[in-house]
């Protein structure tokens, strides 16, 4: 059997940890990275790359920064890149609908949607007191965590929770869901 061909989008820890348990599965080859620019940090303003990039290249895998994901030579050059799917994990841009055509566009998002879509879905958990969290894989189409449900992964929240502890376990959960979806994608609703 043949591996899946993985283009994987994303930028912070969360992404990180979905990039490497794609990189460590056998049935998987991710054949590019995309992720946000590198940015200036600290007091100093040392140029520094996104801890996706990082481990990507590492692992000799390509990695593409656009400013903009829209640009008409941006969409053709992914476009060229020849995968199964589309894993996107906290990438902060909108795909246009030509990469949403390329492959299933699947998102790794940390809620269980429709609830607390957006970029802060840990944190309104937590403010919200919710007893229940989890991690939602979603395929993507051109609104904001709208696109059908796939599979939903749920925890408990513990009552003296975190934003830090919740996130690690989120991000566990996440990792776990990825493999899920991607080795069932064929039979799931």
Do not use: W
Not at 32 to 51: M, S
Not at 97 to 114: F, G, M, R, T, Y
Not at 118 to 139: E, F, R
């Amino acid at each position: 059997m043949e591996n899946k061909k993985i283009i994987c989008m994303g930028t912070p820890d969360y992404a990180e940890a979905i990039l490497k348990t794609l990189i460590d599965a056998q049935n998987i080859d991710v054949v590019a990275v995309y992720t946000q620019p590198d940015k200036r940090v600290g007091r100093k303003k040392i140029l520094t790359p996104p801890i996706v990039k990082t481990l990507a290249l590492e692992n000799s895998i390509d990695v593409y920064q656009p400013i903009k994901l829209r640009n008409e030579d941006v969409v053709k050059e992914l476009l060229e890149v020849e995968c199964d799917y589309i894993v996107v994990a906290a990438y902060g841009q909108i795909l246009p609908q030509e990469v949403l055509e390329h492959a299933p566009c699947i998102n790794l998002h940390a809620s269980i949607l429709p609830q607390y879509r957006g970029a802060s879905p840990i944190q309104q958990t937590l403010l919200n007191d919710d007893k229940q969290t989890g991690v939602t894989a979603m395929l993507m189409d051109i609104g904001l965590d709208t696109g059908a449900i796939l599979k939903i992964k749920s925890i408990d929240v513990d009552k003296d929770e975190i934003v830090g502890s919740l996130f690690d376990r989120l991000t566990q959960v996440a990792c776990e869901l990825t493999l899920d979806v991607l080795e069932n994608f064929e039979s799931l609703d």
